[in-house]
């Protein structure tokens, strides 16, 4: 399909369709991909890449999917520009009648309106383009506002006229200003300019060097669509210098081929929201009837958006696909920090529960004073809080280290990364979980240790757990316990017991250690970044290009 | 401009002239229309000779601001340079020869200008004075950024410093005039107004967008050059207006900027908007019925402006392109507008912004522009409000990082749960119970029956030794529990930032840990010194009674057996009473009196425990004081301090 470029040639059957279903799947599943793309990182460019999606995924489903799957379907003029322009007394003079609303009072056009012939009017009625827009039904006399239904967004919602006047095979819409003050409205002006066939920027007098129309202008060169361009309200008597100028400015910008329609400024014009005269409009009007009519000329101008729009995916897609592989490695950096964090933090904690950290401050005090004035269980209650305090300081130390880290990354300000409520006691009460555990099921190991011994003598089962946890997390100064196990249990029982102890705790360690960097990733996990959209965008595209 | 009407017929004889010679420096003839009139008729007739406007131009044009005439190098005298000077000719944005001519034309008494600047007085600038309230707002911005400059980043102070600068730049320079620029849309008409209110056709209007490419200014009373030296305008661009008589008094003092556009493709030109926006005293927007919802004006500057809207003038231009009421409307639409921007009214009487609809092209509502802004400058007051106005967005940005959610500070409970943690660090609760229970057990031993001494003995010999004994004499490294320590050191840290803006809560966490270190050490070698000391226990003075009182118990077990022994040998008479008393009474007494002693020794024993705890805690405590708390408190109080200042920044505002 569209095989001939605009200016090679013009068949009727330059859309052929024998190629078309292929084409068509590749742009869905192109759609499908760019539909799927996230950029929930607050990168630099992620808004960008954000705006860029949604508006390369409404041009999708607004013009590009339904202008290939209908290619008879009427042509779509949509008349943009800033505002006070005259958007809408240029549409109403086009049409002839009053159709949408013009005034002194800015923005005017709240709601887009579409005109079109009755024949066609069930080309628009339906979803088949716009499809986010609802659509209004107005009789005809009534042209003032209050036709929303209740919780209605204003902004989303088209309204379909019919004009016996309009030529079949063309609709006009008159879109809200590319420059509005409501946002919303800014954003669905650009959304319905990408969804024409045809581009008519109006512009005035007064506006003709600003720069926001001067962007939309760019853009249309960019994506090298159809774009008729329509100096407004210009007083007669500065016409030749105005249109000379603009003129000027236009070839400067490399769009000097674009066709350039005057309208001047009369009494009639946009004050009173009256009606141009028909000659004022009639070289537009002759030029949009000349393209609707002539097969060819409509043939050439649909394709030539058509292939622009084509074309412009070619810069589009790669664009997206970097934002998404920015916004993995942003995710990728931030995991690292958290990873690298707790590795060092756990190589740490190793080397302080082999230098006999633990015992140290309380327990170590219990210790000296063990077993004379101490018992066995005020030991292991010391050993287990000292431990419990060093994985905790551990915790929180890793979680500083990736805050500091986090700080400097822009992309940590993502919501449910920024604002992790304060976990800390939570930590705590966990690692206190922990630890008691592994004191629990050390006292079942030595219970289990001293049963085999069936002696009468054999000593206390909490004693010996005392003695092994101290051997254990005592480092140098737990050596003393170690030779109290083997005395009292034998030397092979103290070593079995001290191994298995030993492998309990670091299995403890690790696990405590693990849970908590799970904790503190799953805020990113559940951003669900992944490298694999930007191969998919890339692949969808590459698909596509195979299929043209 | 574009004007559809054809007024000023009486200008038109003028402006072929000057239109010829704009266009021979490649501008195209309509760019140089005149005052009032927008019509570009583009048939221009060569009648002006070049002479006569050479002549005019230096009699008006480019008249020097009076303090600056003196000091200025002579090619800047309009009597040696008007014929020769390239950059007049060469500029291209702007004619000398139209001013002098028009000037000449239309009142004839162009030398008043050259007198006016010749015969002023020496000047006499006396520079600007701000009010108690503004002076002292000033004093604590510029304390705030003193005292925050080793906290914050540069970045984060740069707005206070530049607005201390302008503040302080701006006091020395002339009090007597007001800066106003005239700043909106290309094609909104700020050059027609510019020269409605000038009287004469100072700045280039056209309809080719955007027109105005550099500043102009324009004063009406001398003093002012150093004013517009700031601005960067330089002097082939500074103009006088039209001298009458009652146009001039009115607006003395008053110098009037024009500006470019700010929204046209023109890059350098928004630039140029931005910059002298931030330098002038007041603005008056010049928006036209086709622009004034443009988005790019009410986000990009009324709205980052809303603080100075007791400095800005709103002016819709054009109204004679509005038929009927519509103007009114369209007027009401901007008050909207400009409310929802959040820019005060200055409407009954209350301070804000004065918005007015005027026609610069037919002069409506010009003279009361004229009326507003003759008031306004002759108060004064613009400059001060200004900064004032600046201060207020500069206090606003930087309340972030100076302001709190909550109470702040080291509450008594983390003073002691940090001391408490340090106590644990070292172990003195343990050592304590260790302490008291050793104490104990020595006084059992001591009032214990010989007998149970005798038994504890031998058990003593036959038990293996734990490793207490041998380890006890050694001196122990790192008793003190490290990772509490931190722990203790940060929750107090975390205590103390709460709540704390960022960059402070930052500071404090740093003086907490670079107080900590070596502050571990230091526990452990304090330990040492105020640990239990080793070796026995002290005793008390009932001890030695209490063991005369045990032994002689034993005594009379024996007495009271060898008693009965004599008497079952024969020795002794056989009297059975007296000798089993006497066994029974050592019998029952002697653990009577031990556990009565163990019964006196508690209260002791707890003490001794206690002191010994309390020795370490209190050594543990002071010195987590002086090395932890103290810097804490230190930068706590000046953040104190600061957010004081932060207070007086703001609060005079309000």
């Known amino acids: 399909m569209l095989q001939n470029s605009p200016k090679v040639g013009h068949s009727s059957h330059v859309v052929t369709l024998d190629v078309r279903p292929q084409l068509l799947n590749a742009l869905s599943a192109l759609r499908d991909r760019v539909a799927a793309a996230r950029f929930p990182l607050p990168l630099a460019g992620a808004p960008r890449a954000r705006a860029s999606r949604d508006e390369l995924l409404a041009q999708l489903d607004d013009y590009l999917v339904p202008r290939l799957r209908d290619p008879e379907a009427p042509l779509l003029a949509v008349v943009g520009g800033s505002t006070g322009a005259g958007k809408s007394t240029l549409v109403n003079s086009l049409v002839g009648r009053r159709v949408s609303e013009a005034g002194v009072l800015r923005p005017t056009t709240r709601t887009p309106v579409l005109v079109c012939h ?57 879109a809200p200003d590319i420059d509005s003050l409501v946002s919303d409205n800014r954003v669905l002006a650009a959304e319905l300019i990408c969804a024409a066939d045809i581009w008519i920027m109006v512009t005035t ?127 990728l950096r931030l995991t690292a920090a958290v990873d690298g964090a707790y590795d060092s933090e756990h190589t740490r904690v190793r080397g302080r529960l082999q230098a006999g950290a633990v015992l140290a401050g309380d327990a170590l005090k219990r210790w000296r004073a063990f077993p004379l004035d101490c018992t066995a269980g005020e030991l292991l209650d010391a050993l287990v809080e000292s431990l419990s305090t060093l994985l905790l300081c551990a915790v929180t130390a890793a979680d500083e280290r990736i805050d500091d880290a986090w700080r400097r990354e822009p992309a940590a300000a993502a919501p449910g990364l920024a ?17 008691r555990r592994w004191r629990r099921e050390l006292e079942e190991y030595a219970e289990d240790e001293v049963r085999e011994l069936d002696r009468n003598l054999a000593p206390d089962p909490e004693l010996v757990a005392a003695l092994v946890a101290t051997s254990l997390l005592g480092g140098r100064r737990g050596r003393m316990a170690g030779e109290g196990l083997a005395e009292r249990i034998g030397a092979h029982g103290a070593l079995r017991l001290r191994d298995r102890a ?47 | 401009m574009t004007a559809v009407t054809d007024q000023d017929h009486t200008e038109r004889a003028d402006q072929p002239g000057d239109a010829d010679k704009a266009g021979a420096a490649e501008n195209p003839p309509s760019k140089a229309s005149g005052n009032a009139s ?40 309009p009597r040696t340079d008007s014929r020769t000077d390239p950059r007049t000719d060469s500029s291209g944005t702007w004619d000398d020869g139209l001013i002098a001519r028009r000037v000449d034309e239309t009142t ?22 701000y009010d108690g309230p503004l002076r002292s707002r000033l004093e604590a911005l510029r304390e705030l950024v003193g005292l925050s400059r080793t906290r914050l980043d540069s970045r984060t102070l740069a707005e206070a410093g530049r607005v201390l600068d302008e503040a302080s730049a701006r006091r020395r320079l002339s009090g007597q005039h007001t800066v106003v620029a005239i700043a909106g849309a290309t094609g909104s008409g700020k050059s027609q107004l510019f020269n409605a209110l000038a009287g004469v056709a100072i700045s280039e209007t056209g309809v080719r967008r955007p027109t105005t490419a550099a500043p102009i200014a324009c004063s009406w009373s001398d003093g002012a050059a150093s004013l517009i030296e700031r601005l960067g305008i330089p002097p082939r661009l500074r103009r006088r207006p039209l001298p009458t008589g009652d146009g001039d008094s009115q607006l003395r003092g008053l110098v009037l900027i024009d500006l470019p556009d700010h929204d046209s493709a023109a890059v350098q030109h928004r630039e140029h908007v931005d910059r002298i926006l931030a330098l002038v005293d007041a603005v008056i927007w010049v928006v036209d019925p086709e622009k004034y919802a443009d988005a790019v004006l009410h986000e990009r500057y009324l709205r980052p402006m809303a603080a100075h809207a007791e400095i800005m003038f709103v002016v819709l231009n054009q109204i004679d392109r509005l038929p009927g009421e519509a103007a009114e409307q369209v007027l009401d639409d901007l008050r909207r507008l400009l409310d929802e921007d959040g820019i005060a009214l200055g409407e009954y009487g209350e301070p804000g912004t004065t918005v007015l609809a005027l026609s610069g092209l037919t002069g409506d509502g010009v003279g009361e522009l004229r009326e507003a802004l003759g008031q306004f400058v002759a108060e004064r007051a613009a400059p001060a409000r200004r900064i004032s106005a600046d201060v207020d967005i500069a206090a606003a940005r930087l309340w972030p990082v100076y302001a709190t959610q909550r109470r702040t500070g080291l509450s008594e409970q983390a003073r002691e749960e940090f001391a408490d943690r340090l106590a644990d660090a070292v172990g003195a609760t343990a050592a304590g119970e260790a302490a008291e229970r050793a104490w104990l057990r020595n006084a059992n031993r001591a009032c214990g029956t010989p007998w149970l001494r005798l038994w504890r003995w031998y058990q003593d010999r036959g038990e ?51 107080g900590s270190q070596g502050l571990p050490e230091a526990l452990d070698e304090l330990s040492v010194r105020a640990g239990v000391p080793t070796g026995r226990p002290p005793r008390p003075g009932w001890w030695p009674m209490a063991v005369l009182v045990q032994a002689s118990m034993t005594i009379l077990q024996f007495l009271g057996g060898l008693w009965l022994l004599g008497q079952i040998v024969g020795v002794m008479s056989p009297n059975l009473g007296v000798p089993v008393l006497l066994m029974v009474i050592g019998i029952v007494g002697g653990p009577l009196i031990e556990w009565g002693c163990r019964m006196a020794a508690r209260g002791p024993a707890r003490r001794y425990g206690l002191e010994a705890e309390r020795r370490l805690r209190e050594a543990a405590a ?24 932060y207070g007086r920044v703001v609060g005079a505002g309000s």
Request: hydrophobic letters at 40%; aromatic letters at 4%; a negative charge.
């Open chain 1, 118 to 174: 009755p024949e066609d009017h069930h080309w628009f009625s339906g979803m088949r383009v716009l499809p986010d827009l609802t659509r209004v039904w107005v009789a005809q006399q009534d042209p003032t506002d209050d036709l929303l239904l209740p919780g209605e967004n204003p902004a989303r919602v088209l309204r379909v006229e019919t004009a016996e006047t309009l030529p079949p095979g063309l609709a006009l819409l008159d």
């Open chain 1, 205 to 331: 007098a007064a506006r003709y060097a600003d720069a926001v129309p001067w962007h939309m202008l760019r853009t249309a060169k960019e994506y090298d669509v159809t774009l008729v361009t329509v100096l407004d309200r210009v007083p007669h008597q500065v016409v030749a210098e105005v249109s000379r100028q603009y003129g000027a400015l236009l070839t400067k910008a490399g769009l000097g081929q674009v066709p350039r329609f005057t309208v001047p400024e009369l009494p009639e014009s946009a004050w009173g929201g009256g009606l141009l005269p028909a000659s004022a409009v009639a070289q537009l009007r002759t030029w949009l009837v000349h393209q609707v009519q002539d097969p060819a000329a409509r043939q050439q101008v649909m394709a030539r958006t058509a292939h622009g729009v084509l074309d412009s995916l070619k810069s589009r897609m790669p664009e997206l696909a970097g934002a998404a592989a920015a916004q993995y490695a942003a995710a």
């Open chain 1, 419 to 435: 604002d992790r409520e304060p976990a800390a006691e939570s930590a705590e009460h966990r690692i206190g979980l922990a630890v």
């Open chain 1, 502 to 548: 030993g492998r309990l705790l670091a299995e403890h360690v690790d696990r405590v250690l693990h849970v908590e960097r799970e904790r503190r990733l799953a805020p990113l996990d559940a951003l669900d970044v992944h490298p694999e959209p930007q191969a998919e965008l890339i692949a969808a595209l590459s698909v596509l290009q195979k299929e043209r």
């Open chain 2, 38 to 77: 927008g019509t570009a008729c583009g048939n221009a007739s060569p009648n002006a000779s070049e002479g006569e406007s050479v002549d005019d131009a230096r009699a008006h044009a480019r008249v020097p601001d009076g303090d600056s005439s003196s000091r200025r190098d002579p090619r800047a005298d």
């Open chain 2, 108 to 129: 004839g008494g162009n030398q008043y200008a050259v007198m006016d600047s010749r015969t002023a007085a020496p000047p006499t600038v006396s520079p600007l004075v």
């Open chain 2, 464 to 514: 293996p030794t734990t490793g207490r004994l041998p380890s006890r004499t050694q001196a122990d490294e790192e008793a003190t529990a490290r990772q509490r320590v931190e722990q203790a050191v940060r929750t107090v840290a975390d205590r103390a930032s709460a709540g704390l803006p960022t960059p402070w809560a930052q500071a404090v966490r740093e003086a907490a840990v670079r």
């Open chain 2, 622 to 645: 002071g010195c987590g004081r002086a090395r932890v708390l103290d810097p804490v408190a230190a930068e706590l109080l000046r953040y104190r301090e600061v957010r004081e200042q």
